[in-house]
C-alpha cells in the first residue's frame, strides 16, 4: 500500500505524501505510486497545475532508510545508481518538465530528497513551521535528486555551498530570506493561501505557462542570441493561441480573461 493521496481541486491535482507515522519518508511503494501520479497528472489535459504536499507534520524527510536496515546491517550498500534512475530522476524530470505549474506547499519539515522534490517544483510555498536541511553530509552522501543542479540556481553557489556542507536547519524565514521558498504564511493560513495560488495557476493561461516554464528552464544554460531566437519561436506560438485572443479581449472589454489552455 503506496503512501500517496490524489484528489482533484478543480483543474488541479493535489498529491498528498500521506506516511505521517515516519514524517512522509519515501519507501518503495509511495516513490512508484509518485511516480505514476505525476506521469498521470502531466499527460491529462483536464489537469492545469499540480499541488505537492504532506500529511501530519512534515513535508517530506526523504529516503525512508528503514526500508534499508537489513541490507545495511549486512554490510551491503544499495545500489544508488539504480534508485536514482528508477526513481528521484523520472520524479524530479515530471515536476520540473511537465508543461503545467508545479507547487511545493510544504506544510512542515522537508530534509534530504525531500528538499530535492520541493526545489524541483516550480513555486514554494510555506508554512511558518517549515524547515530545511540538505541532510545528505549527515550520512556521508551527496546531495541528489537534482538538488546540486536546482539548489545553486535558487538560492546561489554562496549559500548552497553552505546549506550543503553545513547541514544547519533552515526556517521558514530565512528559507524566504535566501530565495528558497517564494512565499511564507502562518502555519493555519497555509491550506488556504495554498489553495488559492494553485487554483489561480489552475486558471491561467497553460500553454503559455508550459512555454515560460520552458524558456526560463531552458536559458539558464545559453547565451543572450540564443534566448532571443527561443523566446521569438515561443511567441510566435503562444499569438496564435485562443487563451491570447481571450486575454486581449478581456482587457479590452474590461473583465477577468476565462483561460481554457488552448
Given at each position: ?24 519518508a ?13 506521469r ?42 539504480d534508485?536514482?534512475?528508477?526513481h ?16 511545493a ?22 508554512s ?6 540538505l541532510?545528505?553530509a ?5 546531495p ?17 555551498l ?5 547541514g ?10 535566501f ?27 497553460t ?17 543572450l ?9 515561443a ?15 478581456a ?12
Amino acid at each position: 500500500m503506496s503512501g500517496l493521496e490524489v484528489r482533484r481541486e478543480g483543474a488541479a491535482a493535489w498529491l498528498t505524501l500521506n506516511r505521517p507515522e515516519a514524517l512522509n519518508a519515501l519507501d518503495a511503494a509511495t516513490k512508484d505510486a509518485l511516480v505514476a501520479a505525476l506521469r498521470e497528472a502531466a499527460d491529462d489535459a483536464d489537469v492545469r497545475a499540480v499541488a505537492l504536499t504532506g500529511g501530519g507534520r512534515a513535508f517530506c524527510v526523504g529516503q525512508d532508510l528503514r526500508e534499508l536496515e537489513g541490507a545495511y546491517r549486512e554490510g551491503r550498500t544499495p545500489d544508488f545508481a539504480d534508485e536514482l534512475e528508477r526513481h528521484y530522476a523520472p520524479i524530479c524530470r515530471l515536476l520540473a518538465e511537465m508543461p503545467k505549474p508545479t507547487v511545493a506547499v510544504l506544510n512542515g519539515v522537508a530534509a534530504g530528497a525531500g528538499v530535492s522534490l520541493a526545489l524541483a517544483c516550480d513555486l514554494r510555498l510555506a508554512s511558518t513551521a517549515a524547515r530545511f536541511r540538505l541532510a545528505f553530509a549527515g550520512i556521508a552522501l551527496v546531495p541528489d535528486a537534482g538538488s546540486t543542479w536546482n539548489l545553486p540556481r535558487v538560492v546561489g553557489l554562496s549559500r548552497a555551498l553552505e546549506i550543503a556542507l553545513l547541514g544547519d536547519w533552515v526556517e521558514a524565514d530565512q528559507a524566504l530570506q535566501f530565495g528558497l521558498v517564494n512565499r511564507v504564511w502562518p502555519a493555519e493560513e497555509l491550506e488556504r493561501h495554498a489553495a488559492e495560488t494553485v487554483a489561480a495557476l489552475a486558471a491561467g493561461p497553460t500553454l503559455a505557462f508550459a512555454r515560460t516554464k520552458a524558456l526560463l528552464r531552458d536559458h539558464l544554460g545559453t547565451d543572450l542570441a540564443d534566448a532571443l531566437a527561443g523566446e521569438a519561436k515561443a511567441q510566435a506560438a503562444a499569438g496564435q493561441s485562443s487563451d491570447h485572443l481571450e486575454g486581449v479581449t478581456a482587457f479590452l472589454e474590461k473583465r477577468p480573461p476565462r483561460f481554457r489552455g488552448a
